[in-house]
C-alpha cells in the first residue's frame, strides 16, 4: 500500500479537525501530516486510518487516537536531536511522528510480533529509529539520559526507574491510573530527586504490562 492523493486528502482532513479541537503546535500537527497513519494498520482498514479514534491492530493492542497521539507529543515540547524514549512502541506510529520531527528514538516493545512490524513499517519509510523487544518497566539507562520519555500504556504509577532516567529539565508524559480510565500525567524533572507534576486530561489506554510476549 503507498501513501496516495486519496490518504493524503484524508490526512489534511484529519489535521483540521486536530486543530479545532485544540491541537496547536504546529510541529506536531506537520510531523502527523507527513506521516502515512495508514501504513501502520492493515490494508483492509483504510477507512479507519483517518477518523480520530483508537483502532485495534494485532497482539490484543491499539494503535492509539491520533488526538492522543497529538497531545502527548505536543506535552514533551520536542526539539530536533532530543532523545525520546518511548514505552510501548505498538505499530510504531507514535516512533514515527516523533523521528519525523527530528529527535533520536528509542522504542521498547514487549510483543515480538509487534516490535517486528513496527520496525518494518519505519525502515520502509525511511525513518531511523532504535527497537529494543524488552520490557518497558526496565527502560534503557544505557541510553539515557533523555530528553523526554513518553509511555503509551495505562500505568498505575509511574516507574521511579524511568523517572530516573530523565535528563534535569526532561519531561515524561504518560496515562496514570486503572484500567478503566487514565488522568495524562506531565512530568518535568526539576533536579536530583526532585520532579514536578501536572494533569492534562483523561483517557483510556491498553495496561502497560510486564514481561516480554513471544510469538507462539
Known amino acids: 500500500m503507498t501513501d496516495d492523493f486519496e490518504a493524503r486528502g484524508k490526512r489534511k482532513k484529519l489535521i483540521a479537525e486536530l486543530r479545532k479541537k485544540g491541537i496547536t503546535d504546529e510541529e506536531v500537527l506537520r510531523a502527523m501530516d507527513t506521516v502515512p497513519r495508514h501504513l501502520f494498520m492493515d490494508p483492509a482498514f483504510l477507512i479507519h486510518a483517518y477518523v480520530d479514534k483508537a483502532f485495534p491492530i494485532s497482539s490484543g493492542q491499539t494503535?492509539?487516537?491520533?488526538?492522543?497521539?497529538a497531545v502527548q507529543t505536543a506535552l514533551l515540547e520536542v526539539k530536533r536531536r532530543d532523545k525520546i524514549l518511548e514505552?510501548?512502541?505498538g505499530s510504531g506510529y507514535q516512533a514515527a511522528v516523533l523521528a519525523e520531527m527530528g529527535a533520536k528514538v528509542y522504542t521498547i516493545e514487549r510483543h515480538r510480533e509487534l516490535y517486528r512490524k513496527a520496525r518494518r513499517s519505519l525502515a520502509e519509510l525511511g525513518y531511523e529509529v532504535e527497537f529494543f523487544f524488552g520490557d518497558g518497566y526496565a527502560g534503557k539507562p544505557q541510553y539515557g539520559p533523555y530528553d523526554g520519555i513518553i509511555i503509551t500504556a495505562a500505568t498505575r504509577e509511574i516507574p521511579d526507574n524511568l523517572l530516573r532516567q530523565l535528563k534535569t529539565g526532561g519531561k515524561l508524559v504518560a496515562p496514570v491510573g486503572d484500567v478503566s480510565s487514565q488522568v495524562m500525567t506531565l512530568v518535568r524533572r526539576s533536579g536530583e530527586g526532585s520532579f514536578e507534576y501536572s494533569a492534562h486530561g483523561k483517557y483510556v489506554f491498553v495496561p502497560m504490562?510486564?514481561?516480554i510476549v513471544k510469538e507462539k
Do not use: A, F, M, W
Not at 63 to 69: A, F, L, R
Open 63 to 69: 494503535i492509539s487516537q491520533p488526538y492522543t497521539v
Open 87 to 89: 514505552i510501548g512502541t
Open 209 to 211: 504490562l510486564r514481561g
